[in-house]
């Protein structure tokens, strides 16, 4: 599915293996944050969560009380609508996909 760029979407940032994860889970970065706005949306006032999957090592996104418990994931980054994750928040969750990168 092509998704038109849109410059005000959320977008994580241009290099980092979460970078290079999250366009292998979702296949563009546009694709991404054209999801990432969807589960916002579903999600109203409780927002989403960024996750990375334990057990299969994939990333996904998570809303709370409404995708049921999440015992087999990590929480990356969680955003409501209007927030924008700050760099250090991206470097948190590069940095623990490096982890489990190196522990799998």
Same mark, same amino acid.
């Given at each position: 599915?092509?998704?038109?760029?849109?410059?005000?979407?959320?977008?994580?940032?241009? =290099?980092?293996? /979460?970078?290079?994860?999250?366009?292998?889970?979702?296949?563009?970065?546009?694709?991404? *944050?054209? *999801?990432?706005?969807?589960?916002?949306?579903?999600?109203?006032?409780?927002?989403?969560? /960024?996750?990375?999957?334990?057990?299969?090592?994939?990333?996904?996104?998570?809303?709370?009380?409404?995708?049921?418990? *999440?015992?087999?994931?990590?929480?990356?980054?969680?955003?409501?609508?209007?927030?924008?994750?700050? *760099?250090?928040?991206?470097?948190?969750?590069? =940095? /623990? /996909?490096?982890?489990?990168?190196?522990?799998?």
């Amino acid at each position: 599915m092509a998704v038109d760029p849109d410059p005000d979407r959320l977008l994580p940032p241009a =290099a980092g293996l /979460i970078t290079m994860r999250i366009t292998r889970e979702f296949g563009s970065l546009e694709e991404f *944050s054209h *999801s990432l706005e969807r589960a916002l949306a579903r999600g109203g006032e409780r927002g989403a969560t /960024i996750v990375a999957v334990l057990d299969r090592g994939d990333l996904a996104v998570h809303i709370p009380r409404e995708d049921g418990p *999440s015992w087999n994931t990590v929480p990356l980054i969680h955003l409501r609508r209007g927030d924008e994750p700050t *760099s250090e928040q991206w470097a948190v969750a590069n =940095a /623990i /996909i490096e982890k489990r990168e190196r522990y799998r």
